[in-house]
Nanobody, 115 residues
């Protein structure tokens, strides 16, 4: 079992920045990759960014150059630094941990980009 707790969401103006955090606990050794997904009202959940246990990263095209995923292994925490935020980034952001064969999800944190 893996438990994930997200934090750092909120309301920000267009062009602003936020940093999301996801703290993992439990069977940390079983995690192959961690990522951030988001889901806007009426839309499907989509991958935003992912980081593997080897440190490889991948991003959705819509956030490349603006978002950065990173991790602090000592704290079992993954971060998503979001810069140059746009109204279309408004969504609930979910942390994901991939193990074999189960995916674990956090409860999500709301990000709203609005003036």
């Amino acid at each position: 079992q893996v438990q994930l707790v997200e934090s750092g969401g909120g309301l920000v103006q267009p062009g602003g920045s936020l940093r999301l955090s996801c703290a993992a606990s439990g069977s940390i050794f079983s995690i192959n990759a961690m990522g951030w997904y988001r889901q806007a009202p009426g839309k499907q959940r989509e991958l935003v960014a992912i980081i593997t246990s080897r440190g490889n990263t991948n991003y959705a095209d819509s956030v490349k150059g603006r978002f950065t995923i990173s991790r602090d292994s000592a704290k079992n925490t993954v971060y998503l630094q979001m810069n140059s935020l746009k109204p279309e980034d408004t969504a609930r952001y979910y942390c994901n941990a991939r193990t074999m064969p189960t995916d674990y999800w956090g409860q999500g944190t709301q990000v709203t980009v609005s003036s």
